[in-house]
């Protein structure tokens, strides 16, 4: 398992900003365990076994040769789920976003994921778990084909940051754009103070911006 600690993290997060740079994982005074590059333009896929800690035996689906039971956690689906349903949550009737389903699960909660995509950019907490590659169009069971995907149009695809203990992440493939603004940096994952375990994920960073014109010069005003 490879472990990635940050370093002057200030220092790296304005040299970032300011080059436009590409980080696949950027990593803020934090631990990431099991996947994380700073090659630009470079998708990295985890090898770990994913130890979040906290998950009830039975609730991992990678580990199952079934689907987990309803009790383990909250399910989402981008194409079958409804936010707004009163029963939303459950696999037969499902969250559509990432987001909603973080916020009902609490902070201590596991969120299922369809394999699918999700046009999202999630914020998830210390000891809160995502688990992907799920085929909701079956029974729910892990299918490690079906990778779930998080590529927001804009901004950081997965952002971990707040709560308290390991966050777990599994089977997710995520994907940042290209930056827009002048001198912006392009990061598909942020891990900020925190522990995060990643297993079997793909991160891909899209190309950071140029910088802004610098001030235009007369050669021939006097010094």
């Given at each position: 398992?490879?472990?990635?600690?940050?370093?002057?993290?200030?220092?790296?997060?304005?040299?970032?900003?300011?080059?436009?740079?590409?980080?696949?994982?950027?990593?803020?005074?934090a631990v990431?365990?099991?996947?994380?590059?700073?090659?630009?333009?470079?998708?990295?896929?985890?090898?770990?076994?994913?130890?979040?800690?906290?998950?009830?035996?039975?609730?991992?689906?990678?580990?199952?040769?079934?689907?987990?039971?309803?009790?383990?956690?909250?399910?989402?689906?981008?194409?079958?789920g409804?936010?707004?349903?009163?029963?939303?949550?459950?696999?037969?009737?499902?969250?559509?976003?990432?987001?909603?389903?973080?916020?009902?699960?609490?902070?201590?909660?596991?969120?299922?994921?369809?394999?699918?995509?999700?046009?999202?950019?999630?914020?998830?907490?210390?000891?809160?778990?995502?688990?992907?590659?799920?085929?909701?169009?079956?029974?729910?069971?892990?299918?490690?084909?079906?990778?779930?995907?998080?590529?927001?149009?804009?901004?950081?695809?997965?952002?971990?940051?707040?709560?308290?203990?390991?966050?777990?992440?599994?089977?997710?493939?995520?994907?940042?754009?290209d930056?827009?603004?002048?001198?912006?940096?392009?990061?598909?994952?942020?891990?900020d103070?925190?522990?995060?375990?990643?297993?079997?994920?793909?991160?891909?960073?899209?190309?950071?911006?140029?910088?802004?014109?610098?001030?235009?010069?007369?050669?021939?005003?006097?010094?």
């Open positions: 398992m490879h472990r990635s600690k940050s370093h002057s993290p200030h220092n790296n997060l304005r040299a970032r900003s300011i080059l436009g740079a590409v980080s696949a994982l950027l990593v803020l005074g990431a365990s099991g996947c994380g590059s700073d090659s630009p333009t470079t998708t990295t896929t985890s090898t770990a076994s994913g130890m979040g800690g906290g998950v009830p035996a039975g609730c991992t689906p990678s580990t199952e040769s079934g689907p987990v039971a309803e009790s383990c956690g909250v399910f989402v689906s981008s194409s079958k409804d936010d707004s349903a009163a029963d939303a949550g459950s696999p037969s009737s499902p969250y559509a976003t990432v987001a909603a389903a973080l916020k009902a699960a609490g902070p201590s909660g596991r969120v299922y994921l369809c394999g699918e995509s999700f046009a999202e950019a999630v914020e998830l907490a210390g000891g809160q778990a995502l688990f992907g590659a799920l085929d909701c169009a079956g029974d729910w069971s892990y299918d490690a084909s079906k990778k779930t995907t998080l590529e927001p149009e804009s901004g950081i695809a997965l952002t971990v940051t707040g709560g308290s203990g390991a966050a777990t992440i599994e089977d997710l493939a995520l994907k940042s754009a930056a827009t603004e002048p001198g912006a940096s392009s990061v598909a994952a942020l891990v103070g925190l522990e995060a375990n990643f297993a079997r994920c793909d991160l891909s960073a899209g190309k950071g911006a140029d910088g802004a014109d610098g001030m235009g010069f007369d050669a021939a005003t006097p010094a």
